[in-house]
């Protein structure tokens, strides 16, 4: 962290003397002020709910220009990236090492990850004990978790060897994963990975080949989810990725704090936004129904929000967006469903919406979930699945992050304070005086 010599002074007004803290600067965005010795010398907390002002951690992976709409891994702007960076693995390899690979590099991370893509046989056990209908999220939450079991030779989180491992693994894994979920749930049998295949056309295999015909790859569509995956890969320190950080501080090993940060990336205000999003535009139905639908979202007793749209960053158009629109057009046109009503109904609701009032004032614009769906859907991947592909796509951020933090000299275990508003000292009263 660069110390700069610039120093904030706070000063209160019931006469205590005053303090000086450190500023430090980012090489780019806002300068933070270290505030670390304020309770020692004063006795107070800084009181910030949802960390609207509070940097928990210095990182040197991604970093988002909200006002701008910009977000650069490593940086490298994402719209780079997704045109001109190669595939997804380039995209992991560049999160976790700081730098893109050259053509060895590449060869060897690709055939690394490639034969990691089994996971235990015993695995299958696990999936086993879900009932069918189990949400693929609630499937992954308990299977990512209970990789940690298998690998006890090298959970050891001090060592950067076993670090390494596990990132890869995870990585290699994950696709195989979410692919078991989808096939559990339609009760069809597991599709064992094929190494002949780059690791989303791999993945597509995994979901839509059976043991009676083989999946044919389409390079337009592999494409598209190589590019879900890139722009989905990480995005600095949103709430799943603090929730990875948070349980990894405590020394807990990485298949279980990437568990949890699947059950933070559940929730429909993060990860759950693209499923949420696809479900409003299917309830709108048509472009006649937009008015009403926009009176209702502006209707603040109505509790509807228009989902795919806002950001607590993103105070202009989300790049990802603009990529996932163009990604929309590109595979529905493969398929031959250029006038799909779902996306011509987006299109329309996201024009309306633009110029509306409401949404100019609040910096209202749509996030990457609101065309991610559609895409999604003309792949063949059902709507319970899509919270999982976001899953497999930030578990590269996630780990990326974790061994940042792991071998961060500053890192502590994560602890949050509060203001304490409940009932002050009592005594226990026994239950026949209650
Ligand atoms: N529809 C209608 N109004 C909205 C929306 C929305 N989607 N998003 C924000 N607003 C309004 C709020 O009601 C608030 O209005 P007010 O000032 O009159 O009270 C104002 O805009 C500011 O919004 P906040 O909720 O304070 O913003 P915050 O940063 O807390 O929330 C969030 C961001 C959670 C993403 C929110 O925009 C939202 O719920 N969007 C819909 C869900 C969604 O698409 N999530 C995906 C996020 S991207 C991702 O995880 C990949």
Redesign the pocket.
Known sequence: MTNSETKATLSFSDGSPSLEMPIYKGSIGPDVIDIRKLYGATGMFTYDP?FMSTAACNSSITYIDGDKGELLYRGYPIEQLAVNGGDFLETCYLLLNGELPNAAQKEEFVSTVTKHTMVHEQMQFFFRGFRRDAHPMSVLVGTVGALSSFYHDSLDINDPHHREVSAIRLIAKMPTLVAMAYKYSIGQPFVYPRNDLSYSANFMHMMFSTPCEEYKVNDVLVRALDRILILHAD?EQ?ASTSTVRLAGSSGANPFACIAAGIACLWG????G?NE??LSMLEEIGSVDNIPSFIAQ?KD?NSGV????????VYKNYDPRAKLMRETCYEVLQELGLQDDPLFKLAMALEKIALEDEYFVS?K?YP???FYSGIVQRALGIPTALFTGIFALARTVGWIAQWKEMISDPEQKIGRPRQLFVGAPKRDVVAIDKR
């Open positions: 949802g995005h949103n429909p205000a993060h990860g936004a949420a999003a979202v603040k929000k228009l989902m795919g749209f806002g950001h607590r609040r209202l996030n990457v979930d």
